[in-house]
């Protein structure tokens, strides 16, 4: 179709990917026709009970710790529509935990901090905005890492408090989206849990990741978390919009959001043995997102997913090692699915970049490592092979030697000739 960008071509690596599946389709067709609203309980019991267990299915299955379960009593999962939803519910909990409730009442900004690297997504500094905190205060990351330095955190806590300053979360990154970097979990959430500070991991694209178990060291540290979330939308084959946020105290997030006038009240909630999803987000309604949550993992099990997740980390595998191969380019990072490059040379970089943008068949997107441009090629996919791979590196390599950025002849590319097929 002519004036859209299509996120599931083969040739599509801008930002990272956005899934769906014929399972998810379905689904949101079901949901549509239903017509379901589950603000609360009682206007929707099916679909509350349905996504309380498919985020505990999904939980056990990224071997999440059992207080983020609906099962254990304490916290549980809930599906936001995105990332930057997430984030800001959060940060609500965390802000409401540090004031004792009173943050509303004599404001926020200049008093209390979070804290989180110049890696995070942008979505943290907005939702520091919209509290009203303000800023965001920058923790140093450690040299060539791009992780987030546990140590200077410790240290800004501390000179913080000691300023008269309230810090109230930690928002550590589980795959960034410049480079796919993951923050030392385990040792920023020893610090926070140390100094009382609420840490929220934003893994929205690698933590699905963790669905394998030779992946499931990213994360390692997630107990100490008292919020995580993962974007299903971005690698679970699952139609935007999608984000699950666990929680490992419920009462934190219903405390901080809950408003409840009279035409909402209801013996349901008056029992307190229900869930209302209407205290777990901003929104008042929503739809029943669980449900195509449900179809995809029952359409494709664990096994399936396992499988997808793996044969984008072999795409970009296969894509990093052109990198490699070529002269004139060097390979900046490559991690998971995603893999970051540049030419030797800043300015063919910066004009291969400016080639790219006319391109109809590839897309890769911009960012800035070290002080130097880079471009970011996020493989994710279903019609991905090696011969799509190898296609789209051919048309780089093309526009990169018309843009100067090769030093010496071109790699011989024996694929045929034509455009990425779908």
Same mark, same amino acid.
């Given at each position: %179709? ?40 009682? /206007? ?43 984030? =800001? ?52 990351? /450690? ?7 546990? #140590? ?24 960034? /989206? ?43 540290? *997630? ?32 405390? #901080? ?26 929104? =008042? ?29 072999? %795409?970009?595998?296969?894509? #990093?090692?052109? *990198? ?31 080639? =790219?943008?006319?391109?109809? %068949? *590839? ?24 011969? /799509? ?34």
């Amino acid at each position: %179709m002519p004036q859209l960008v299509h996120w599931q071509h083969p040739g599509f690596f801008g930002y990272y990917p956005t899934n769906n599946s014929p399972a998810s389709v379905l689904a949101e067709l079901v949901g549509a026709g239903l017509g379901g609203q589950g603000m609360l309980w009682a /206007t929707s019991p099916a679909g509350t009970e349905l996504e309380q267990m498919v985020c505990d299915w999904l939980a056990k299955a990224l071997d999440l710790p059992e207080a983020f379960l609906h099962a254990a009593g304490s916290g549980g999962g809930v599906i936001q529509d995105s990332a930057s939803s997430a984030v =800001l519910v959060a940060l609500s909990a965390a802000l409401n935990r540090a004031s004792h409730g009173r943050w509303r009442s004599h404001g926020t900004e200049g008093r209390y901090r979070v804290y989180c690297t110049d890696q995070a997504n942008l979505c943290v500094a907005k939702a520091a905005r919209v509290t009203g905190v303000g800023e965001v205060t920058l923790v140093a990351t /450690t040299p060539g890492s791009h992780c987030m330095d546990a #140590a200077a955190l410790a240290e800004r806590l501390d000179a913080d408090r000691a300023a008269g300053l309230m810090p109230a979360a930690v928002v550590a990154t589980v795959g960034t /989206t410049g480079t796919c970097a993951v923050d030392p979990v385990d040792e920023i959430g020893a610090v926070s849990r140390a100094k009382g500070v609420w840490l929220h991991v934003d893994a929205a694209y690698a933590g699905s990741a963790a669905l394998c178990p030779e992946y499931r060291h990213l994360n390692q540290g *997630v107990q100490h978390a008292d919020s995580y979330a993962v974007n299903a939308h971005k690698w679970l084959r699952t139609g935007t919009p999608c984000d699950v946020l666990w929680t490992a105290d419920r009462h934190a997030l219903t405390e #901080a959001l809950s408003i409840t006038p009279s035409y909402l009240s209801n013996t349901a909630s008056q029992s307190q043995y229900v869930t209302d999803f209407k205290d777990w987000q901003l929104p =008042l309604g929503r739809p029943m997102r669980a449900l195509k949550l449900w179809y995809v993992m029952r359409a494709h099990g664990l096994e399936g997913l396992r499988q997808a997740i793996r044969h984008d980390i072999r %795409m970009a595998g296969h894509l #990093a090692q052109h *990198v490699r191969d070529q002269p004139g380019f060097e390979l900046v990072t490559h991690t998971l699915g995603l893999v970051v490059f540049r030419c030797t040379q800043d300015e063919h970089t910066r004009r291969l970049t400016a080639c =790219l943008e006319g391109e109809p %068949m *590839v897309l890769c997107t911009p960012a800035t490592v070290d002080g130097r441009p880079a471009l970011r090629a996020a493989v994710g996919s279903p019609y991905t092979s090696e011969d /799509t791979i190898s296609r789209a590196w051919q048309t780089i390599r093309s526009h990169a030697w018309q843009a100067g950025a090769t030093t010496g002849p071109m790699k011989e590319d024996h694929s045929p000739p034509g455009r990425i097929p779908m």
